[in-house]
């Protein structure tokens, strides 16, 4: 015997089975019946001579799809309201800074809006026959005059909630409300922006500035009391911020 010990093979890396194995096996089922439904060859991503079970049928559940549309009365839509200015509204109402005919108008004029623009495209007369619609159906009911939609148009332009766009049309002051999604949102926001003078206080136009009273401490506003004059104490009454 010579002391030199016999050739041997050198060694070679042993794969070491994968414990996630059984799963890769049935992840490659659900890969060649779902190739197989939609008409395409999936690739085999499991060794075939492993010996485990075939799928034989996939079910798919689907959850709430939290995107789906909500569910509102009426064919005409709905829009998006801050929250604080609903509340808001209501407030001045029972305050008497603002009137029912104003409230009304603005509500019609807001529900009018054509979607993704914040337009409004009514003439007064057109509001006036509008908000006229139901109450020309019931007998002796009372409904609301031209010169009173005239004078709700004006207050609301002063209080920052309407703005008048010409040719028998109204801009709503779309951070209040507004008929579309965020993207057109932004997009009338930057548009209004955009037409207004380079040096001018973006906070004191339109639709930044809103009144009436307790809302940014920003101004004096006399107050409508219905349709009749506005009290001296409260002409008189100044804030100081």
Same mark, same amino acid.
């Given at each position: 015997?010579?002391?030199?010990?016999?050739?041997?093979?050198? =060694?070679?890396?042993?794969?070491?089975?994968?414990?996630?194995?059984?799963?890769?096996?049935?992840?490659?089922? @659900?890969?060649?019946?779902?190739?197989?439904?939609?008409?395409?060859?999936?690739?085999?991503?499991?060794?075939?001579?492993?010996?485990?079970?075939?799928?034989?049928?996939?079910?798919?559940?689907?959850?709430?799809?939290?995107?789906?549309?909500?569910?509102?009365?009426?064919?005409?839509?709905?829009?998006?309201?801050?929250?604080?200015?609903?509340?808001?509204?209501?407030?001045?109402?029972?305050?008497?800074?603002?009137?029912?005919?104003?409230?009304?108008?603005?509500?019609?004029?807001?529900?009018?809006?054509?979607?993704?623009?914040? @337009?409004?495209?009514?003439?007064?007369?057109?509001?006036?026959?509008?908000?006229?619609?139901?109450?020309?159906?019931?007998?002796?009911?009372?409904?609301?005059?031209?010169?009173?939609?005239?004078?709700?148009?004006?207050?609301?332009?002063?209080? =920052?909630?309407?703005?008048?766009?010409?040719?028998?049309?109204?801009?709503?002051?779309?951070?209040?409300?507004?008929?579309?999604?965020?993207?057109?949102?932004?997009?009338?926001?930057?548009?209004?922006?955009?037409?207004?003078?380079?040096?001018?206080?973006?906070?004191?136009?339109?639709?930044?500035?809103?009144?009436?009273?307790?809302?940014?401490?920003?101004?004096? @506003?006399?107050?409508?009391?219905?349709?009749?004059?506005?009290?001296?104490?409260?002409?008189?009454?100044?804030?100081?911020?």
């Amino acid at each position: 015997m010579t002391s030199d010990s016999p050739s041997r093979q050198p =060694r070679r890396p042993r794969a070491l089975p994968s414990p996630a194995a059984p799963q890769g096996a049935v992840f490659n089922d @659900l890969l060649s019946l779902l190739g197989e439904q939609l008409g395409q060859q999936a690739q085999a991503a499991a060794d075939p001579r492993g010996g485990h079970r075939k799928v034989k049928s996939v079910t798919v559940e689907y959850g709430e799809d939290a995107r789906s549309a909500h569910d509102f009365a009426g064919p005409s839509g709905y829009s998006l309201a801050s929250n604080w200015f609903t509340q808001l509204m209501a407030q001045l109402l029972v305050a008497k800074r603002v009137t029912v005919s104003q409230v009304c108008v603005f509500l019609y004029v807001a529900g009018g809006q054509t979607p993704g623009t914040g @337009l409004a495209e009514y003439t007064q007369q057109e509001i006036t026959d509008g908000l006229n619609e139901l109450a020309a159906k019931i007998p002796d009911s009372k409904r609301i005059t031209r010169p009173t939609v005239n004078r709700a148009v004006r207050r609301l332009c002063d209080l =920052r909630w309407l703005e008048q766009a010409g040719n028998g049309r109204l801009r709503l002051n779309v951070t209040l409300w507004f008929r579309g999604g965020s993207a057109a949102q932004h997009d009338v926001l930057a548009e209004i922006r955009a037409s207004q003078p380079e040096d001018a206080d973006p906070l004191t136009l339109f639709p930044n500035q809103i009144g009436p009273d307790l809302v940014h401490h920003q101004e004096e @506003l006399d107050f409508d009391l219905g349709d009749g004059e506005v009290p001296m104490e409260a002409r008189r009454k100044r804030r100081t911020g």
